[in-house]
């Protein structure tokens, strides 16, 4: 019992303790305000952009500067933000989910935190450097990001960097699978895992079959860059195609790894403020095991304008994502019909999500189709369509968690009315600023340029589009300052102030060291809702 | 006279809307793919309206909790197979439109009037007709490429450095020039003016820079164009 109760309660703060933490949902926590920070770090670096981009002519930034911005702006965005935040969010919840302790290997766990901080700060010291960091944009390719055309020391910070993080992905898709196959509480059989924690597992999968890839695309241009290589150097036979190949095969499953976490947070959310049961949990995870198949075998779309590649056999791949998408979408429609609905905020960026994610999901079956494709790739359009799946998608998903279990992480919720103001800010802000891109990206207008030509004719929406950068912005300001009040100010709310559904609502909020002091019966994918409706009869 | 000034306005709104954005294509092959890009605008805004239009209806039916609980149902095999079956069919009918278009614009025409050696580099573009007449720019006098209208030009596209592309806007078309890989395209100009072009895959430094226009002139001017700039470089 004393034993128990030393156990409970660590000392608290004390930063020796985070540091040396391998409790899962300190090292969740610790993921979450780190993918946090590179997240505000990142949207600095767009507005700058955006700035820059509000009228023909230059004005704010150099051209070596820009470059520089827009390629560390996507990396960060992708590997330090919204994956990190997804898997942070996993590593907090999946254990919580399944009735687990702790994490399979809560060491390992640690250290691949560690290893997406120094990943982080190695690309960001590519500023520090003589030459500043990469500039070959968030897709390296060579020969721009060879020896010859790239010789300063930021490529080689940002292989190294993404080295590191893509190894601290590895081990957090172990730990995942580990946990969730063979750490789950009695009852808890696969098909009453929740939604959250089957995207994750899938998530998981994706990426022990996509990051080693990458790697090996990486080690090979490192090889390249600093031992006299040839892998990519078509003067000496090597082939710059080789790495698209290498780099998509990571790259377009990396998609899922940032949107599939967030379908499992919808899915979640939904039913909560539907006060109903999910309308398809099976199609659901059918849904997301076909996705993650099916993201295998696409990889090439983004090489369509090669001249190449095997168009047909990429296309028809792309435009099938879209029936298990669509599968996703009818479920959650199908949640929510002759529900009783409530609104508060996660339930709003749960909305936003869907509306913004179905624009990226159409225009992503249009840039599927190659002579489509001819047009729109490489322009302002795929900019447009890329932003409304990860910022309006994955970014929404990640403010709708935030909202959503901030109470469980902090046994507080957030302010309801700074929470709904954010909302519309961003809602408001983030339409405004990439439904011009879809319109400039269809009159030509590339991606990736510091500055176009006056006569073009794309003053008008670029400038509107900056408008909106800055609206996004201060809802994201808005979302921090909700956060520091209510953490100032705390009105404790209990263990379950939504009346939620999945296992990490019938502990304590937040949840003692080991998670349980004692575990409900497991009978369906609802223990917390069985839990307060004892007599219910299984629907 | 005035219901068929009507009429004409009507017809050119249309026509400006029917184009959804996109431009209308100067090419047999940039029309074509125009042609498919309003087939996909079409069938995009159909599916989110249904879309959007059952999520709205949901959030303003459903809304507010009244007492007790909603019937707590789930799952409905014959709509669940209905919302799979129907999405197979949508991307299938797209897919078959998609690579009837394709084919078209990949297709190589048999006598092309004349071929083009186009060659990318940081960060400008050369144009060799053959036979001495290049034409080569630097980021601060993009060069002109100069095309008749009416018949198809052969363009062999390949980089000396880096992956560039070949991109001009008002032909819906652009291919990557990438070094190492000769690539070959033909297009065939309809009307006479003057195009935009640009590197659309970025390619260091001054990509925003690396500009070129194209001028598509009548046949008979084009053949002189040529003898002339032959003329010069001999």
Redesign the interface.
């Known amino acids: 019992m004393a034993v128990t109760t030393a156990e409970a309660a660590p000392a608290r703060g004390g930063l020796v303790t985070w540091v040396t933490t391998t409790d899962h949902k300190r090292i969740g926590v610790l993921y979450m305000v780190t993918a946090f920070v590179f997240f505000l770090l990142g949207g600095l670096m767009a507005l700058v952009m955006r700035t820059e981009l509000a009228e023909p002519g230059r004005q704010v930034v150099s051209?070596?500067l820009y470059?520089q911005l827009f390629t560390v702006h996507g990396t960060i965005m992708i590997f330090l933000f919204v994956a990190p935040f997804a898997l942070g969010l996993g590593n907090y919840l999946l254990p919580l989910q399944v009735g687990a302790p702790d994490m399979a290997f809560p060491r390992m766990n640690a250290l691949s935190y560690w290893l997406l901080l120094a990943g982080g700060v190695a690309i960001l010291a590519g500023f520090g450097t003589f030459g500043g960091a990469a500039?070959?944009?968030w897709t390296g390719?060579p020969?721009?990001s060879g020896p010859r055309?790239s010789p300063g020391a930021g490529v080689d910070l940002w292989l190294f960097g993404l080295m590191l993080t893509s190894a601290s992905s590895i081990m957090t898709a172990v730990n995942f699978l580990a946990t969730a196959f063979l750490f789950r509480a009695p009852g808890m059989t696969m098909w009453r895992v929740p939604l959250f924690t089957w995207t994750s597992i899938v998530t998981a999968l994706i990426i022990l079959v996509s990051f080693p890839p990458l790697s090996v695309a990486f080690s090979f241009l490192f090889v390249d860059r600093r031992f006299g290589g040839h892998f990519f150097d078509?003067?000496f036979g090597?082939?710059?195609?080789l790495y698209q190949h290498l780099f998509w095969f990571l790259g377009h499953p990396e998609v899922y790894v940032m949107i599939l976490p967030f379908f499992g947070v919808i899915s979640e959310i939904l039913p909560v403020f539907?006060?109903?049961?999910?309308?398809?949990?099976?199609?659901l995870v059918l849904a997301t095991l076909g996705i993650a198949g099916l993201s295998m075998g696409v990889w090439a779309h983004h090489m369509f304008?090669?001249?190449?590649v095997s168009?047909?056999f990429f296309?028809?791949m792309s435009?099938?994502i879209?029936?298990p998408t669509?599968?996703k979408?009818?479920n959650w429609?199908?949640t929510?019909?002759?529900?009783?609905?409530?609104?508060p905020t996660p339930m709003l960026f749960a909305?936003g999500f869907?509306?913004n994610f179905?624009?990226g999901g159409?225009?992503g079956?249009?840039v599927a189709?190659?002579?489509?494709d001819?047009?729109v790739?490489?322009?302002q359009f795929v900019v447009a369509h890329f932003h409304y799946t990860i910022m309006g998608g994955s970014v929404f998903g990640v403010f709708a968690a935030l909202h959503f279990w901030f109470p469980k992480f902090t046994g507080v919720l957030l302010r309801e009315r700074l929470g709904r103001f954010s909302f519309w800010l961003m809602m408001v802000g983030f339409n405004v600023t990439f439904w011009p891109l879809?319109?400039v990206g269809?009159?030509?207008m590339?991606?990736?340029?510091?500055?176009?030509?006056a006569a073009?004719g794309w003053g008008g929406p670029n400038l509107l589009a900056t408008a909106g950068s800055f609206l996004l912005a201060l809802g994201v300001v808005v979302v921090v300052v909700n956060i520091v009040v209510s953490l100032r100010r705390k009105e404790f709310v209990g263990d379950d102030p939504w009346g939620a559904n999945s296992l990490e609502w019938a502990t304590t909020s937040p949840p003692p060291h080991h998670n349980f002091e004692s575990l409900p019966p497991i009978r369906s994918e609802r223990p917390a809702f069985d839990m307060r409706h004892p007599s219910?009869e299984r629907? | 006279m005035r219901p068929r000034t009507l009429v004409a306005l009507g017809a050119l709104l249309l026509g400006a809307c029917s184009r959804f954005g996109a431009p209308p294509g100067a090419t047999e092959q940039g029309r074509a793919i125009a042609g498919l890009w309003r087939v996909f605008f079409i069938a995009a805004l159909a599916v989110a309206a249904i879309v959007i239009g059952l999520i709205l209806w949901s959030v303003i039916r459903y809304r507010r909790p009244r007492n007790g609980r909603p019937a707590q149902f789930r799952d409905n095999l014959p709509l669940e197979v209905l919302y799979t079956i129907i999405p197979v069919l949508i991307v299938t009918a797209l897919f078959v439109v998609t690579f009837q278009v394709e084919s078209g614009v990949e297709r190589p025409s048999t006598h092309p009037v004349a071929t083009i050696h186009v060659t990318a580099f940081d960060w400008s573009w050369r144009f060799d007709y053959g036979d001495g007449a290049v034409i080569a720019g630097t980021p601060d006098r993009p060069p002109e490429m100069v095309v008749p209208t009416g018949r198809p030009v052969r363009i062999i596209l390949s980089s000396d450095d880096v992956v560039h592309a070949f991109y001009i806007p008002d032909f819906l078309f652009k291919r990557d020039a990438t070094p190492g890989l000769i690539q070959q395209f033909d297009l065939q100009v309809d009307q006479e003016g003057v195009y935009r072009g640009q590197c659309a895959e970025f390619c260091g430094l001054d990509h925003a820079r690396m500009r070129f226009t194209v001028r598509a002139v009548s046949v008979t001017e084009f053949e002189t164009w040529l003898a002339n700039a032959r003329e010069q470089a001999g």
């Open positions: 051209p070596q470059n500039a070959t944009g390719y020969p721009l055309y078509p003067a090597g082939s710059p195609l539907s006060r109903k049961p999910l309308f398809g949990y099976t199609g304008t090669t001249g190449a168009n047909p296309s028809i435009f099938l879209a029936v669509g599968i979408f009818f429609i199908g929510m019909w002759r529900g009783q609905l409530s609104f909305l869907m509306l179905l624009i159409v225009t079956v249009m189709s190659p002579p489509v001819f047009h790739h490489d322009t879809f319109v269809l009159r030509g590339p991606r990736r340029i510091v500055d176009y030509d073009a219910e629907a």
